[in-house]
């Protein structure tokens, strides 16, 4: 069934460029869906990966029965792995047998490399030229090259020189290799280093590592395949593989949502000993939520791990220099190993650390290191792949106006969902940079890429069309998202292939999609349910653009929002306000606790003859401090002193100031203007008795956010105009300023980002009667003048529906004189920002925060000293 085309017709519908495990499935779909295809291969056989890397000791780092189709259920009938963890010739037999079984070969034309591939924009085909065909033509082009398959060029002087037998793991003969009383090199020790190691010392005479970076290597403990997985499969297969679909890294696991240093430090070290036990590196990393994103917490795991090496290794100066100190675990790809480090007790195995000890050169006898020379027989070379760009690096692809990709990406990959990238229609890539890819179990996110593609394929024929393209601004929304995926992360402390910094003059991106594969798939999902957001299409339909960005909500509240919405919480408005106060105070309190300071009081103030209870934070560091009084969201409805609590720990810890949060009088019961009376109290209470509290009476500020950010304003002027008491600076974060309810964030957010457009006039109509709309001490904004008070920082998020009047302030505020910091914060919502240990996106925004109340507040030190 070829495609219905009205353009010019071509050799085959698809052309897979590759016959790894993405190119056999592809072959599969796209025949079943009836195209017309060919799947070229440079290898003489299938098998990709595999095909190459046959090193002795290559074997999966994902349990093997989770490194398989998913499409074929039928394997506990005709496919058993022999072990937890399949080696390279098993895991070969398996893709021969799935190209047999569904007679995959007759689309396969092995020997065949793909040199060249141009689009043509006149007959809308890709023009692929081969080692022997010179143009073929199709009209889709799918790069199933695989993330590493192109070895890294060895950028070592003298490598031609040698005179003995050299190797790459990557590129392993498949004859027997005989290492018997031979001395041998092996430089690398990434994942091929730390595997074959161990098997090559069983037959070396002498065995000589050379390590430029030590790894963070467990023991896989393989064996038997494990039961636990075995009874689910046999209980429900198809459940647990939509488990794996809708996992974090596309194996069956629920994310940590424990940080670590909220259980105490016997419990962190169980949970250490658990992960390192199950010997799974996916399992490893998620021994606690913030292993990959709190330096502190990552450090603590790091040593652990290094306990561990030191344990096992004899000599202490080796065992020290396998322990990595450089860069956080994880943030290099971990590898799972048997025996690897007890290799370096064995009498004539020996560790050269080459990071001390620098390789000058290879001679015709051996290597030459700044200190030693040393002689061998054979030189093995485990030193990487150019990753994920690499396999289409190597080819010379021209895209629209003849752009060739390699110039496009010149500055880093640039895709739409890591599956197309703008200017090169009708190309697909396969688990391409800005997906999950190496990142997950590769057969999981192969699938899913193959299924979108082939799916897309038919949806354009079911429409009418020919050609698809993502737009520029689809893209680059993308790409700002799996930076801010990235950004959560370690990701970026370490020199890793993730990032190019393994091959020299490769821009230093973080390629692969770090948010999971979950969040990853629900993107895709959406996108083709939008009628394809994101993209151009054209055909005999005609032509439709549906241009957008799929993701636009920082990455962890996004997550936050369908938890959430999953969990399908009532409306506030449903609620009394007593059920709604029982309910935001339960929410708040299930948040994380946020980082330790030096003190936490509650107390009670007495101003005016009105007793307000508070909470007060004071720093770790030694005072007198700077005094914040603080004002809690909720609407003046909702909250009380303690339910920003994690929020006020953050910013007291960031800024080294006490921290007073104060619990006003709430409406219904007590309406506008309680509220704003009340914080005037706390504030010439805290003028008052700085001293006594440990802080500094010259140096006083407000903050506030949501209704508190209203209240701080507020009081701001009120002090300001009263002449006392003195406040050095404002912070208002996501602050209602006028409640104009016609203002554009009100229509544009009004659903959605958790705080809606209905509960802020359900809030606001328990708060104030209309007749009081126009007060200043209720819309800051209304002041007749705003020159004369203290410097500002504003802080406003993009899916807020107040939004616009917190942005109206911060430009009413610098219009008069004001001295103003305005955050817009992007991605975020309206009470994101004080989701501490939750959201990890908005520490960025709240170091801003702490950083301009610290220059509020050391300005002022400085003035009155
Ligand atoms: O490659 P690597 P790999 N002088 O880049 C060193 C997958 N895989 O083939 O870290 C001296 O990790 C380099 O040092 P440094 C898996 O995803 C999976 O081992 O750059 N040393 C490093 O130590 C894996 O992560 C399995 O400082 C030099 C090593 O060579 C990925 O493939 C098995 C050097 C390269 O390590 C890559 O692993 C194998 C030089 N000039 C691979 N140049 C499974 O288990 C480089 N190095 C499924």
Redesign the pocket.
């Known amino acids: 069934m070829p495609v219905d085309s009205r353009f010019a017709a071509t050799d085959t519908d698809v052309i897979v460029v590759g016959a790894g495990f993405a190119g056999l499935y592809l072959a599969y779909r796209l025949s079943r869906a009836g195209y017309r295809l060919r799947v070229l291969e440079a290898a003489p056989d299938l098998g990709g ?1 595999w095909y190459w ?1 046959r090193y002795p000791g ?5 349990p093997s029965v989770d490194y398989m189709y998913s499409f074929d259920p039928d394997w506990q009938q005709d496919w058993q792995w022999s072990e937890k ?1 399949a080696t390279q010739p098993e895991i070969l037999r398996y893709l021969h047998h799935v190209a047999d079984k569904h007679d995959l070969r007759r689309h396969i034309t092995c020997g065949t490399r793909v040199e060249q591939a141009r689009w043509d924009e006149d007959n809308a085909v890709w023009h692929v030229c081969t080692g022997h065909d010179h143009d073929i033509t199709a009209r889709f082009l799918v790069m199933a090259t695989g ?2 398959s192109v070895p ?1 060029h ?3 002087p003298g490598m031609e020189r040698f005179a003995g037998e050299v190797y790459f ?2 590129r392993w003969p498949h004859d027997p290799v005989d290492f018997t009383g031979k001395r041998v090199a092996v ?9 074959s190691i161990p098997m090559i010392a069983r037959q070396a005479g002498r065995l000589v590592v ?4 030590p ?1 963070f290597s467990v023991p896989a403990g393989n064996g038997p395949l494990p039961a636990q997985k075995l009874e689910l499969l046999a209980t429900d297969e198809a459940g647990y593989r939509q488990a794996a679909r809708m996992s974090p890294a596309g194996v069956p696991m629920v994310r940590s949502q424990t940080p670590t240093f909220s259980v105490p430090a016997e419990e962190r070290r169980q949970r250490y000993e658990t992960a390192w036990e199950a010997g799974e590196l996916l399992v490893l990393l998620n021994a606690f939520a913030d292993v990959m994103s709190d330096r502190e917490a990552n450090e603590e795991f790091a040593e652990f791990i290094r306990g561990k090496i030191r344990a096992v290794v004899d000599d202490p100066q080796t065992a020290s220099a396998l322990c990595p100190t450089t860069y956080p675990v994880g943030s ?2 971990p ?2 190993d048997t025996g690897y480090y007890a290799t370096y007790n064995l009498p004539y195995v020996r560790l050269v650390d ?2 001390t000890d620098p ?1 000058r050169g290879i001679t015709e006898t051996g290597i030459d290191t700044a200190a030693e020379s040393f002689e061998f027989d054979a030189l093995v ?5 150019d ?1 994920l760009t690499g396999a289409l690096a190597a080819i010379d692809i021209t895209g629209r106006d003849a752009v060739p990709l390699k110039d496009d990406w010149a500055n880093g990959p640039a895709t739409y969902l890591g599956l197309m990238t703008a200017g090169f229609p009708n190309l697909f890539l396969i688990t391409g940079p800005g997906s999950p890819s ?1 990142l997950s179990n590769m057969a999981v996110s192969i699938e899913q890429h193959v299924d979108w593609v082939v799916d897309c394929l038919t949806d354009l024929r079911a429409g009418g069309f020919e050609v698809i393209e993502p737009t520029k601004s689809a893209q680059t929304g993308w790409m700002r998202h799996v930076d801010d995926c990235a950004g959560m992360t370690l990701y970026a402390c370490a ?3 993730y990032l190019g ?2 091959v020299p003059g490769k821009p230093r991106v973080f390629m692969p999609y770090a948010g999971g594969v979950d969040f990853y798939r629900a993107a895709c999902d959406e996108v083709v349910a939008r009628d394809y957001l994101g993209f151009a299409r054209s055909g005999s339909a005609g032509v439709r653009c549906n241009d957008g960005v799929v993701r636009r909500l920082q990455p962890d509240v996004q997550m936050l929002l369908e938890q959430m919405a999953a969990a399908g919480s009532p409306p506030l408005e449903s609620m009394s306000a007593d059920d709604a106060r029982a309910f935001y105070a339960l929410w708040r309190s299930a948040l994380p606790p946020g980082p330790e300071v030096g003190e936490v009081v509650d107390g009670v103030l007495d101003g005016d003859g009105v007793e307000l209870a508070y909470r007060l934070y004071r720093p770790p560091s030694a005072g007198p401090y700077p005094v914040v009084v603080y004002f809690h969201g909720g609407g003046c409805v909702l909250g009380d002193a303690t339910t920003d609590d994690a929020f006020c720990r953050d910013l007291c810890a960031r800024s080294d100031a006490i921290f007073i949060s104060v619990d006003y009088r709430h409406a219904p019961e007590t309406p506008f203007p309680a509220a704003v009376l009340d914080g005037m109290t706390a504030v010439r209470w805290a003028a008052a008795n700085a001293t006594e509290l440990g802080g500094d009476p010259g140096r006083l500020a407000v903050c506030g956010w949501s209704a508190g950010g209203n209240i701080a304003a507020a009081v701001c002027q009120i002090a300001r105009d009263a002449g006392a008491p003195e406040i050095v600076g404002q912070a208002l974060v996501t602050p209602a300023t006028d409640y104009d309810f016609t203002r554009k964030s009100y229509s544009d957010n009004a659903d959605g980002y958790g705080l809606t457009t209905s509960a802020v006039r359900w809030l606001f109509g328990h708060y104030a009667r209309e007749a009081d709309r126009t007060d200043p001490r209720l819309a800051p904004l209304y002041a007749e003048s705003l020159a004369g008070l203290p410097p500002a920082v504003v802080a406003t998020a993009e899916f807020d529906p107040v939004r616009d009047e917190g942005d109206a302030y911060a430009r009413a505020l610098a219009a008069a004189g004001v001295a103003t910091e305005h955050i817009r914060a992007r991605g975020h919502t309206h009470d994101s920002l004080t989701l501490v240990g939750f959201v990890l996106s908005g520490a960025p925004v709240r170091a801003e925060i702490a950083d301009a109340l610290r220059r509020f507040l050391a300005a002022e030190r400085l003035a009155i000293h």
């Not at 070379?381 to 792949?385: D, E, I, Q, S, V």
């Open positions: 990966t890397n290559a074997r999966v780092d994902v963890y993330c590493l890294k060895v950028d070592i793991t990557s430089i690398g020790t990434g994942s091929s280093g730390v595997q050379f390590q430029r970076t790894t290099k790809r590898c799972l080459v990071a390789i070379f485990a030193t990487g792949f990753a190496v020199n890793s292939w910094a393994n």
